[in-house]
């Protein structure tokens, strides 16, 4: 590698509108608009300096800025869209692009599961197959194997939610604080995943906008290390198998985002060690454990009892998902969901979170999607130019 191939662009601008479990008067479009609004405020940035649009709906996004011309790139996801939006700025295509995703509208049966939880698969559905049964077979197979036990899981879970209840921009601010014993105690969903080993369900919004290096005049800057993606297939069209391999040398389905987080390390230039904190994608409480191990913060089948000692704690050595993730800060739309865990760790870099501050942090990991998917995607940050 010649030269860093992130390191002509910046992340300058984050943004999350407020969160709640309905929002009305919004739809998708509506808080993704305010969302970008926040990003560009907070970048110090005017619309008309856009040329860059990444998102659900960038053409939507484009006629309610009132922009153009712009390029545009589709994205339903997080990572790979500010990874999109960071190789537009590295090509030279644009100076400033916007990443900006929301969800609301989405979920009016609430007497049912969300849905995105039922997908209409021939050989999925016919056999009560659902997102939380699918990411428990992963689960179970795991526990199975190593040991794991629903405590360990439930730990997570209650780690995860106390984040959220400390966080007065969560959805589910001063729900708690949660015991071990409460998330054991609410209703069984998909075993071993109790109602609180899993994720919730709520609306919102969430922006991104990345420059040109050259444009950066202050340190309030971040900077992407590294960034990769995963994937064994298409989400949620069949039963998701933790020994799936498409050929035999490479690792299994269930250690998805193994290559990603080494390849996003090795850009980077850094090893698990130095990272700070770790924003991960939190579904359901057994895809941190998954992820601890398949990143290589310890080894495998040691994901458990690394969570039993305090690791992931605020004030441990690696606190995880510090405002609460999807079980207690936000769980919108696909994309927006994900994003939240870039805007969180650039909050983490400058030292501006609003709870569960790490001190000091210079280098941050976030994720998106597990097990269950089919898919992971990494990205690491830092504080400092690479």
């Given amino acids: 590698m010649k030269g860093h191939p992130y390191r002509d662009v910046a992340v300058v601008g984050v943004h999350n509108t407020p969160q709640a479990r309905h929002l009305p008067g919004h739809d998708a479009t509506s808080i993704a608009v305010e969302a970008a609004l926040g990003a560009l405020a907070d970048a110090g940035v005017d619309r008309r300096e856009i040329d860059g649009v990444v998102g659900e709906s960038p053409e939507d996004i484009l006629v309610e800025l009132g922009l153009g011309p712009c390029t545009r790139r589709p994205s339903g996801l997080g990572i790979p869209a500010v990874l999109d939006a960071a190789a537009l700025v590295t090509t030279g295509a644009c100076e400033v692009v916007l990443v900006a995703a929301g969800g609301a509208g989405l979920y009016t049966e609430r007497s049912s599961t969300a849905p995105w939880t039922r997908p209409a698969k021939e050989f999925v559905v016919g056999y009560g197959m659902f997102t939380a049964a699918e990411f428990a077979l992963m689960a179970r197979r795991h526990m199975a194997c190593y040991g794991t036990t629903e405590e360990q899981l439930a730990l997570v879970a209650a780690t995860i939610r ?207 999607g597990g097990s269950g998917a089919l898919f992971c995607d990494v990205m690491v940050l830092g504080s400092q130019r690479p």
């Fill in 162 to 368: 106390n984040n959220g209840h400390d966080n007065p921009e969560a959805v589910y601010f001063g729900r708690g604080p949660f015991t071990v014993r409460d998330v054991l105690e609410s209703r069984m969903v998909a075993d071993p995943f109790h109602l609180l080993d899993c994720s919730t369900t709520s609306e919102g919004g969430c922006a991104i906008v990345l420059v040109a290096a050259d444009r950066v005049d202050d340190d309030r800057a971040c900077w992407i290390l590294g960034g990769a993606s995963d994937s064994y297939g298409p989400s949620y069209a069949f039963a998701p198998v933790w020994d799936f391999r498409p050929r035999p040398d490479v690792e299994p389905a269930g250690r998805v985002g193994a290559r990603a987080a080494r390849n996003a390390l090795r850009t980077a230039g850094l090893d698990v060690s130095d990272v700070d904190v770790a924003e991960l994608y939190d579904p359901f409480s057994f895809e941190i454990i998954r992820q601890l191990e398949t990143f290589g913060f310890c080894e495998e089948g040691e994901g458990g009892p690394f969570v039993e000692e305090g690791n992931i704690a605020p004030g441990g050595r690696l606190p995880v998902t510090t405002d609460g993730g999807t079980m207690s800060f936000s769980h919108p739309g696909i994309a927006a969901q994900q994003l939240q865990r870039v805007v969180r760790a650039v909050e983490q870099l400058r030292g501006t979170a609003a709870t569960h501050q790490v001190p000091g942090a210079e280098v941050a990991m976030c994720s998106n």
